[in-house]
């Protein structure tokens, strides 16, 4: 909070305003997303559709309930509650609590009965319900939660009605800890994301639009150790460690003007002496350093953590760095193929899709699904909850995703969800151009690895 005296500064919009422009204009003369394959069947498109309306007083209860009672990173035991106890209800199905190695993970699947891993395919739908500390559901994650629990519950009562020839498997995915962590990555070294062939979810937002750019983030901890000495008797004793923070940090002001346009880098200094009379012996920082491809991030991570030598060396400190004290995460690789198909299911709910492209990249920020995204073919469409002029981690977001807004999105949304789901394991063909996408963005990647 500023002091007594302080005030905040003004802060222009100008910037924002003609983004916006740009945005509007784009959309304007955009064409929304459309795909050549057919998908499922008619009919069980209509099953899946009329099952989420069915279900959607309980999708309704979901988002009102997390928004009323938000739970942060790792502790959302009664979100996590509530969304088990809805898909036991609805579907009979078994929810797994404490899933790939988190407590508040879930875990449930259908398969259809003559499912053979070998012949058939599996698609995962992802739930997140994680809320951000003090702003309580800014992100909508409680939107995200009913959409994925209404779009197993339909794909789940249309396997168990055997009213459907295609086959295949559902697996519903609960993920803890989005904000801030990679609770997604902490699920993958117990095997959340093996046996898949696609994963989907969705993620509230200002507008409909198919894919967004989300960057790639690693976290970085740097210490430099010196020696203390009296600051006034005898500083010519001492080697500061607050001197090669603040040298460091002034350089990853200065490497900014040589980064390419979509990386980012942020740091504070977390401890930086405790006395003006005592020459600091230790400092520590905190950095986030994010691109837009894996390997420019690979990239920007050796050219930051070279900075961080640099500064010792200049001040005859010795600093260790720590990547990674949570899991990276890589960039979304979003599969557009896919996204056609929930483009699609979108617009008959009346909602049109913008197409890829359409969000200026600056606006960009990270999200552990893009760990997922780079394993198995995935989407992660964004869905519109909060009006163009709401940012996402505001009150106004908030407000929006706890509304009829939010629970608008949820029954579009896990219409959506349902049904390019169930497109992918219908249609061979679709499934193909799915995987061959994939593959031309670079097969699949081990972010546990890639930057070791
Ligand atoms: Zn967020
Ligand atoms: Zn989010």
Known sequence: MPGMNASRPSVSTAFLDRLEAQTQATMAAAEPPSTPFAGAPKADRSHLTATVEEAAGELHRIVRTLHADPEVAFEETRSAALLAEVITNLTGAAVQTGAHGVPTALRAEVATAGFDPQRHRTVAVLSEYDALPEIGHACGHNVIAATGVGAFVALARLISSGSSQVEGKVVFLGTPAEEGHSGKEVM?????????????????????????????????????????????????????????????????????????????????????????????????????????????????????????????????????????????????????????????????????????????????????????????????????????????????????????????????????????????????????????????????????????
């Not at 390019?420 to 994939?438: I, K, N, P, R």
């Open 188 to 452: 993958a070294a117990e095997g959340a994301w093996e046996g898949l062939d696609a994963a989907v979810m969705t993620h509230p937002y200002g507008y409909d639009v198919v894919d967004v750019l989300f960057i790639g983030r690693r976290l970085l901890r740097v210490t430099f150790t010196g020696q203390p000495a009296h600051a006034s008797a005898q500083p010519f004793q001492g080697r500061n460690a607050l001197d090669a923070a603040s040298l460091a940090y002034q350089a990853i002001g200065l490497l900014r003007q040589q980064m390419p346009p979509s990386d980012r880098v942020h740091a504070v200094i977390t401890d930086g002496g405790t006395r003006p009379s005592i020459i600091t012996d230790s400092s520590t920082m905190q950095l986030y350093v994010r691109s837009a491809y894996p390997e420019t991030l690979l990239d920007l991570s050796a050219r930051v953590e070279r900075i961080m030598h640099g500064a010792a060396m200049m001040t005859d400190t010795s600093v260790e760095v720590e990547w990674d004290h949570y899991p990276p995460s890589l960039p979304v690789r979003g599969n557009l193929t896919l996204g056609a198909h929930w483009a699609r299911s979108l617009a008959e709910r009346g909602r049109e899709v913008l197409p890829a492209g359409v969000v200026p990249d600056v606006l960009a920020a990270s999200t552990d699904f893009g760990n997922v995204s780079v394993r198995v073919p995935g989407i992660h469409p964004m869905i519109a909850v909060g009006t163009p002029d709401q940012a996402l981690h505001t009150r106004e977001f908030a407000d929006a995703a706890g509304g009829p807004r939010g629970e608008a999105a949820a029954v579009d949304g896990a219409i959506g969800l349902a049904h390019s789901a169930w497109d992918f394991l219908a249609d061979d063909e679709l499934a193909t151009a799915v995987a061959q996408e994939f593959a031309d963005a670079g097969g699949p990647l081990d972010p546990a690895t890639y930057f070791a």
